[in-house]
């Protein structure tokens, strides 16, 4: 066996040993838009490859500029088919030696693989945080009521992205695993697979934007899904069921979009919107461990 550093001529042996095992982990960044798009350039990659030359192992990073603003490298895949924590270790070392200026690494794994898990606090990583995907069918969803003289719009391009900053910035600026959000990042593709007719939508106060949901496609293993994130309402309007009624919105535009299914993902820690889903009907269907490697 040996590590090489991912090259162009590689690229497509890679991205394919990701849709292979992307279900293994947690696939934030292996959707299939994230690997269409996948560059080497600020995603330092490398290779696990048997006497064969086939892969069996990958360990991928995410230093894009957002990242690296905050000092730290989102995992995007670290797998391999040997379940061994010498294989991982060759691998990790490579990949991290000459990060610059990053604190940590970090990335999620399902509560439910033990083996995995076991593997990467060998490695040095600690459990940072607890992650959970809730998921309602969506024709169980109720209709959304919002109190007079607020209204909700579709997002306008070239006029609501500070307004969207701001509320995200506001809602979740308390919450681990938060990083500031400018209007560089916000990128709306009509074209792409996890596009969804007016899913980004404001909550208007007048002419003050007070909350908002987005709400997209995603492929899963069970179909097609509609997922809701983010969803967050300034604090001084918290607590007048606004953040409930644009769930709800969430997921009935789920069902017109005839999507069967829609999903969401709540720290565990963020108990008071834990509290929201699970009331209006959400079911935890699964667990994911945040794990953090410092550098």
């Given at each position: 066996?040996?590590?090489?550093?991912?090259?162009?001529?590689?690229?497509?042996?890679?991205?394919?040993?990701?849709?292979?095992?992307?279900?293994?982990?947690d696939?934030?960044?292996?959707?299939?838009?994230?690997?269409?798009?996948?560059?080497?350039?600020?995603?330092?990659?490398?290779?696990?490859?048997?006497?064969?030359?086939?892969?069996?192992?990958?360990?991928?990073?995410?230093?894009?500029?957002?990242?690296?603003?905050?000092?730290?490298?989102?995992?995007?895949?670290?797998?391999?088919?040997?379940a061994?924590?010498?294989?991982?270790?060759?691998?990790?070392?490579?990949?991290?030696?000459?990060?610059?200026?990053?604190?940590?690494?970090?990335?999620?794994?399902?509560?439910?693989?033990?083996n995995?898990?076991?593997?990467?606090?060998?490695?040095?990583?600690?459990?940072?945080?607890?992650?959970?995907?809730?998921?309602?069918?969506?024709?169980?969803?109720?209709?959304?009521?919002?109190?007079?003289?607020?209204?909700?719009?579709?997002?306008?391009?070239?006029?609501?992205e500070?307004?969207?900053?701001?509320?995200?910035?506001?809602?979740?600026?308390?919450?681990?695993?938060?990083?500031?959000?400018?209007?560089?990042?916000?990128k709306?593709?009509?074209?792409?697979?996890?596009?969804?007719?007016?899913?980004?939508?404001?909550?208007?106060?007048?002419?003050k934007?007070?909350?908002?949901?987005?709400?997209?496609?995603?492929?899963?293993?069970?179909?097609?899904?509609?997922?809701?994130?983010p969803?967050?309402?300034?604090?001084?309007?918290q607590?007048?069921?606004?953040?409930?009624?644009?769930?709800?919105?969430?997921?009935?535009?789920?069902?017109?979009?005839?999507i069967?299914?829609?999903?969401?993902t709540?720290?565990?820690?963020?108990?008071?919107?834990?509290?929201?889903?699970?009331?209006?009907?959400?079911?935890?269907?699964?667990?994911?461990?945040?794990?953090?490697?410092?550098?």
């Amino acid at each position: 066996m040996k590590v090489v550093h991912l090259e162009s001529n590689r690229l497509q042996e890679f991205i394919n040993y990701c849709r292979d095992n992307r279900y293994e982990h947690d696939e934030s960044f292996l959707s299939e838009k994230e690997l269409e798009e996948f560059e080497i350039k600020d995603n330092p990659t490398v290779l696990l490859t048997d006497d064969k030359d086939t892969i069996i192992g990958a360990a991928s990073l995410i230093l894009s500029q957002q990242f690296r603003d905050n000092r730290k490298g989102r995992i995007r895949i670290l797998h391999s088919s040997i379940a061994s924590v010498e294989v991982y270790q060759s691998m990790l070392e490579p990949l991290v030696k000459d990060i610059k200026n990053i604190d940590y690494i970090y990335g999620f794994l399902p509560e439910t693989r033990e083996n995995s898990r076991e593997i990467f606090e060998k490695l040095g990583f600690d459990v940072e945080r607890y992650a959970w995907e809730l998921k309602i069918p969506s024709d169980a969803g109720k209709l959304p009521a919002f109190p007079d003289g607020f209204r909700a719009e579709s997002f306008v391009e070239g006029r609501d992205e500070i307004a969207w900053c701001t509320i995200i910035n506001e809602a979740f600026k308390n919450l681990a695993g938060h990083m500031p959000m400018t209007p560089d990042k916000i990128k709306i593709d009509r074209d792409g697979e996890e596009y969804l007719e007016n899913g980004k939508i404001l909550l208007w106060d007048q002419d003050k934007a007070v909350g908002l949901i987005n709400i997209a496609k995603e492929a899963a293993e069970e179909g097609e899904i509609a997922f809701i994130g983010p969803i967050g309402v300034l604090p001084e309007y918290q607590g007048k069921g606004l953040g409930r009624n644009l769930l709800r919105m969430g997921i009935e535009l789920a069902k017109r979009s005839g999507i069967d299914n829609t999903v969401l993902t709540v720290n565990a820690e963020n108990s008071k919107a834990a509290d929201l889903y699970l009331s209006e009907g959400f079911k935890k269907v699964a667990v994911f461990v945040c794990y953090r490697k410092w550098l």
